[in-house]
């Protein structure tokens, strides 16, 4: 079972929309939590942190569920810069040192 | 923000060959991260590379195919040797820096290779 699932989409938008993503995790030892964009052929950039308490960014918010293991994406009034590859990521202590896991990526595309 | 650089950024090469990728950061770091993104997947975890040990390698890779050097705090290199088309993909050098408690991870521009 892969440690870090996400739909990869595309999720397809109107500009303006409201979208949502979801990533779960199975190792419950996992320490912290992320949110990462790529654009095509760029490398990942952190969009976020993610804290127990949730916390937003502008038109971003993200949410962790430590009981069902899974942190959310919210992204409001999409824009279509907005578009690009949303990256789920997740590090656990091991072997004293974190090791950070990725989700294979939601894609998204807002479109006029 | 680490700024990392790396080299080459693209290559196309011959079955059968080696080639070494560099990765330098603009600080200090100890921990240096080695991934492979193969077209429409998302990252896999190469090796960690720690100053002074041994690189720790993930499942399914080996230090004889992908043998990593970090001499120093800035820099570490990744071979990947006797190449195969399968080995074609975007190679990605990455830290992670705590600042204030909170901690970030930095990619490199990545390194895309061909092989033929």
């Known amino acids: 079972r892969k440690e870090v699932e996400q739909d990869p989409g595309p999720f397809n938008v109107p500009e303006g929309a409201t979208v949502a993503f979801n990533c779960t995790y199975s190792?419950?030892?996992?320490?912290?939590f992320f949110w990462y964009r790529q654009d095509c052929r760029k490398e990942p950039k952190l969009l976020m942190s993610v804290y127990s308490s949730g916390n937003e960014d502008g038109r971003f918010t993200a949410q962790l569920n430590r009981a069902s293991q899974y942190i959310s994406l919210l992204i409001r009034d999409s824009k279509l810069s907005d578009s690009a590859t949303y990256l789920c990521?997740?590090?656990?202590?091991?072997?004293?040192?974190?090791?950070?896991?990725f989700g294979r990526g939601t894609s998204l595309i807002v479109h006029p | 923000s680490a700024v990392i650089s790396q080299k080459p950024s693209r290559d196309i090469c011959q079955r059968g060959t080696s080639l070494t990728i560099q990765c330098q950061v603009d600080?200090?770091?100890?921990?240096m991260f080695w991934y492979r993104q193969q077209p429409g997947q998302s990252l896999t975890l190469i090796a960690t590379?720690?100053?002074?040990?041994?690189?720790?390698?993930e499942s399914g890779f080996v230090i004889d195919k992908f043998p990593i050097s970090r001499p120093n705090l800035t820099f570490s290199t990744l071979t990947v040797s006797n190449m195969s088309p399968e080995d074609s993909s975007i190679y990605l050098c990455?830290?992670?820096?705590?600042?204030?408690?909170?901690?970030?991870?930095?990619f490199g521009p990545g390194t895309r290779l061909t092989v033929l």
């Open positions: 990455s830290v992670i820096q705590r600042d204030r408690g909170r901690s970030e991870q930095f």
């Open positions: 600080s200090q770091v100890t921990m």
């Open positions: 590379a720690n100053q002074g040990s041994e690189a720790t390698y």
């Open positions: 190792n419950s030892a996992s320490q912290s």
């Open positions: 990521v997740v590090n656990f202590w091991a072997g004293g040192s974190y090791i950070p896991t």
